[in-house]
């Protein structure tokens, strides 16, 4: 996988550098391959991304599937994205997530990894943290979120275009792929080789309407 | 603000090692500073983070004071993180975040920066699709958690640690921040200089535990 830094207006970009360099393109090469290696590449360092305990509640399909992803841009309104960019990422959040990290945990503190103590106070905490569906469903949206910006500045890095999307039948999608019910698609990031005439970065608020220091003194 | 990369085991980090790099710090130096200009940068880096429509949704509340820090402490089942790190930014997603993007977008077409009918549609579709609360609480999460991971890069890069909590009271933090009711915080990062002993990188599900290519055929 081409994964390197390309050359700033110094030699190599800096982190915030890094994320000016990303935009959403709405324009992708309809020719545009993505293979699978490179696709679990991808995925890979959107592990990366943190999650509640180590939970890790994001699961990814990625659609390659000319015929599946016809499907899928009928359930998403029509936008072109869908099926122009190489590989739709369809980010799951998985609502009983919580209930294999108590396995894994105590798992861990029966081979000794872990101290018993530890291991039962941390399983013990995220099994009632997250027994209601609703903060479950929830720290799957989060999540994703955390997930969907590594897994952008990842294909940026590899030379690819990419796009986050909310703009879909959630139950469409789900007979679409065949997502079990435990499983929730919480939102969409389609990446691949992009087409010219992409609109750049759009703007953003000055820091002075979105940050506040040690008070919320925001217009209600 | 002293934001490059550090040297990698070659020369400079690719995106991928950028990703792998930054860890969740359980442990801060309790005497570090972090100034509110470089809260602003590292805020400024976070807006780099894309949002629905261009929407905007996420809002920062840096907290430095060691009084109020102490307050939100105890509202976060006194996770000693909260007093240590430098500085917590509290993440807020705005409810009405789509009315104001309606006034902006229809000013750039004021303006004649944008097409009228094509700022129209943006308008109505941002109006119609977050009219209902819990959408535009999802979207608020959502972005949170795109926001929280370009703020915790940013803060890499910056040679500090961080750390994602979402352990905490929502609503004893509004009272004590003095959030507006169309705000809620949607999570913590705390930041900061770090102490020794933090535990390092936490273990990442097998890519083939997580990833499906063309379905979704995942453990129900």
Chains 1, 2 share one sequence.
Do not use: W
Request: contains cysteine; charged residues 20%; hydrophobic residues 45%.
């Amino acid at each position: 996988m081409v994964n390197e830094l390309k050359p700033g207006k110094d030699s190599y970009m800096s982190i915030s550098e890094v994320l000016a360099h990303r935009v959403s393109i709405d324009h992708f090469d309809p020719k545009g391959v993505v293979s699978d290696a490179q696709i679990a590449e991808l995925v890979r360092s959107a592990q990366e991304a943190p999650s509640s305990f180590n939970i890790q509640h994001t699961r990814f399909v990625a659609v390659t599937d000319p015929a599946i992803k016809g499907r899928l841009r009928e359930a998403a309104f029509n936008q072109a994205k869908i099926t122009e960019a190489a590989v739709v990422f369809v980010l799951l959040g998985d609502l009983r997530a919580h209930e294999d990290y108590a396995v894994r945990i105590r798992a861990a503190a029966a081979a000794g990894h872990v101290p018993a103590g530890v291991a039962e106070y941390l399983a013990g905490t995220a099994l009632s943290f997250y027994a209601n569906p609703t903060a479950s469903r929830e720290e799957g949206l989060r999540s994703a979120g955390l997930s969907a910006m590594a897994l952008m500045l990842a294909a940026d890095g590899a030379g690819l275009g990419s796009c986050p999307m909310i703009g879909f039948d959630p139950e469409a999608f789900r007979k679409i792929l065949g997502v079990p019910e435990r499983y929730f698609p919480a939102m969409i990031v389609v990446a691949g080789p992009t087409a010219p005439n992409n609109m750049g970065r759009k703007p953003r608020l000055d820091v002075n309407e979105v940050l506040r220091i040690n008070g919320a003194e925001f217009p209600g």
